[in-house]
Nanobody, 123 residues
Framework: QVQLVESGGGLAQPGGSLRLSCAAS????????MTWTRQAPGKGLEWVST???????YYADSVKGRFTISRDNAENTLYLEMNSLKPEDTALYLC?????????????????WGQGTQVTVSS
């Protein structure tokens, strides 16, 4: 069955960096778009970034220029490089599998989710 396991979260200082990973299994990873979402305390799920199967990337305005999404199809792994972190980036970060090669920028376009990895940005 489909499994998505996130890792790499932790505590970072404002202006710092973290790299998140999402290990995927149970499906042909290279054939599907993949997405990062996040949920801050007391708030709803927020779309962060999507990478299509062809490598095209899309970002929310709040992270554009600071975060970079990438994928390693040989390793079935999705990444999120986060730089210039801000306290408002504090959230549970979840990866999700798109329903097709080119969907995921809207939350309903994803059909499987990981459990998430916590990112806390604080001095």
């Amino acid at each position: 069955q489909v499994q998505l396991v996130e890792s790499g979260g932790g505590l970072a200082q404002p202006g710092g960096s973290l790299r998140l990973s999402c290990a995927a299994s149970g499906f042909t990873f290279s054939n599907f778009a993949m997405t990062w979402t996040r949920q801050a305390p007391g708030k709803g799920l927020e779309w962060v970034s999507t990478i299509y199967s062809d490598g095209s990337t899309y970002y929310a305005d709040s992270v554009k220029g600071r975060f970079t999404i990438s994928r390693d199809n040989a390793e079935n792994t999705l990444y999120l490089e986060m730089n210039s972190l801000k306290p408002e980036d504090t959230a549970l970060y979840l990866c999700a599998k798109g329903k097709t090669r080119i969907t995921g920028t809207r939350l309903f376009e994803n059909d499987y989710w990981g459990q998430g990895t916590q990112v806390t940005v604080s001095s």
